[in-house]
Structure formats: structure tokens, C-alpha cells
């Protein structure tokens, strides 16, 4: 396939082509009462040299008008003539250019894409809905134009099989402390790697990609509340390893407090059961009931 490229297309300033039109238009009314001044003299070889003049003249500045185009900013008018590539105009004004050619318009101005959510598996197999919205803007209007068959509809497409793609390469989060980079946990890597794909698809279509982003991401309904059990689980066994290191450690400085004061003497055993009791107070979700033992009562 022949790829063509963004070229400037020719043009004038429009006031100035549209004074000369004038003026045609006052040379020609001119001829045309001349023709009339001959016809009625009984001239009429000179009046009809002259009508036919006249004639051409009207014809010719009535396809003047045709060369006539405006330009508003961010946005380009793509001219073809006779089924070639004529070039570009993307210089906001009034201009005039060939009359015979096709104007095009082509928006340069930044757009949003806002895809459907997606169902997909991740990189695991865990079916999940993702959805993704696209800055982008057309950046060489030739190419979108002419290289692909409806460049909107072409960025749609692209887009939504890009975000297939990311989904599938990335599982949705990371678990036991893995440290890949997951859908869910590293959203700028996820981005800047969407981006960069969107933008190996587009670039056929002269299209920027000037920013991605995540806008939905979770698990699918089947598997929802599955997953929100795991994610749960996870967290408790979180918490609970930082409790038991945070007990743990303030066993270690009773114990290491009352033999460095010694305030008491403990003994293997009793250290044991001291531990146990401060584990058992400090670990437990509900508060420790305290029982005071008073003596031993002997029959």
C-alpha cells in the first residue's frame, strides 16, 4: 500500500482573489451592454464576438466562487484534484485555491474515545471488565484521510483491541508479595504501556495518542464475590502477622524490663505461662478479663 504523506497545498488569500473576482464580475456587465449597444446598431458579427466574451467571461467567474474555502483554527481542509492529492491547508483564514478541487475536511482538534467495558481474561485466566478512555488528536490529515477507511471508526476499533491485549498480558493484582506489575497495583506503568501500544496501531492513521487511562477495572460478576473473599482473607492474614510481630516484640521487653529492674524472679515455667497470658491478652480481638488470685484456700 502507497502511504501518503501530510504536503501544504496551494492557496491565495481569499479577500484579494475575491477582488479580483469583483472586478470580472464589473468587466464583465461591460461587455455585456457593449454586445447590447452593437445588437441594437445592427453589428451583429461585433455583437456576437462580443456576447461570447461575455459568455466565457460570466463562466469563469462563476467557477471563481468554487475556489473559495474557509479554514477555522484546528482543522485542515484536504484538497483533491481530479482523484490526486492535491496537499493540506490547515492555516486558519479565507482562502481561494483551485476551483476544481475537492475540499476535505479533516478535524485537527484534541478528542476523547471512551471505550465500552470490556470482558477479558488477565493474564492468569481470571475473566475481569476493563474500560479505558483515549486522548488523541489527528496529526497528519493525508494519512487519515487516505490510508485508512474511516479514521474514527478506525480508533475505536484499535483502541478497544489494544486494551484487549493489555488486559491479557497483566493479571489484575499481584499476590504473596510478588512484586509483577499488575492491572490494579502499577496504574502508571499499565497507562504509559496502553499509550505506547495505541499509539504502534494509530500511527498508520496519522493519529497522536496523547494520554491513556484506566477508567473501570474489576473482577467479572462470576467471579466477584470469589475474588472479594480472597482479597479479605489476604488482608486479615496482613493484619494478623502484624499483630503477632507487635506482641511478640512487647513480650520480648516485659521480659527483658523485669529481669534488668529485677523486680521478680521467674523461672522457666512461670516465664512460659507469663508469655502465654501476655499473648493471649494482646492477640485476642475481645479485651483480656483480668482474674486476681487471692491465695489458696486448704481445708
Known amino acids: 500500500m502507497k502511504e501518503v504523506r501530510e504536503t501544504k497545498g496551494w492557496k491565495v488569500n481569499g479577500f484579494a482573489a475575491a477582488a479580483v473576482v469583483f472586478f470580472l464580475m464589473l468587466f464583465d456587465g461591460r461587455l455585456i451592454r457593449d454586445a447590447a449597444r452593437l445588437s441594437a446598431a445592427d453589428q451583429r458579427s461585433a455583437a456576437l464576438v462580443v456576447g461570447i466574451g461575455a459568455a466565457l467571461l460570466m463562466l469563469a467567474w462563476g467557477l471563481a466562487f468554487a475556489g473559495f474555502f474557509v479554514v477555522q483554527p484546528n482543522e485542515a481542509r484536504v484538497l483533491v484534484f481530479l482523484g490526486k492529492y492535491a496537499g493540506s491547508v490547515s492555516a486558519s483564514g479565507f482562502w481561494w485555491t483551485n476551483p476544481l478541487t475537492a475540499k476535505k475536511h479533516v478535524s485537527l482538534r484534541v478528542r476523547n474515545f471512551n471505550s465500552e467495558r470490556l470482558k477479558v481474561n488477565d493474564a492468569i485466566g481470571n475473566p475481569i471488565e476493563i474500560a479505558a478512555v483515549v486522548v488523541w488528536r489527528v496529526t497528519d490529515s ?33 499476590h504473596d508479595g510478588e512484586e509483577a506489575t499488575s492491572l490494579r497495583g502499577s496504574p502508571v506503568e499499565i497507562a504509559e504501556g496502553l499509550r505506547a501500544e495505541m499509539q504502534a496501531r494509530l500511527s498508520v492513521a496519522g493519529v497522536e495518542v496523547m494520554d491513556t487511562r484506566i477508567t473501570h477495572l474489576a473482577y467479572a460478576q462470576e467471579i466477584a464475590q470469589a475474588m472479594l473473599r480472597r482479597q479479605q482473607a489476604h488482608a486479615i492474614i496482613a493484619a494478623r502477622q502484624k499483630i503477632v510481630e507487635g ?5 520480648q521487653m516485659a521480659l527483658r524490663m523485669l529481669d534488668e529492674q529485677r523486680l521478680v524472679n521467674l523461672d522457666e515455667e512461670r516465664k512460659a505461662a507469663m508469655v502465654n497470658n501476655l499473648l493471649v491478652a494482646l492477640v485476642s480481638e475481645r ?10 484456700l486448704y481445708a
Open 287 to 296: 479485651e483480656a478479663q483480668p482474674i486476681i488470685n487471692t491465695g489458696t
Open 142 to 174: 493525508a494519512r487519515a484521510l487516505f490510508d485508512v477507511d474511516n479514521y474514527e471508526t478506525f480508533v475505536g476499533i484499535q483502541s478497544e483491541t489494544a486494551i484487549r491485549g493489555l488486559a491479557s498480558k497483566h493479571p489484575y493484582d499481584s
Open 247 to 251: 506482641a511478640v516484640g512487647m513480650v
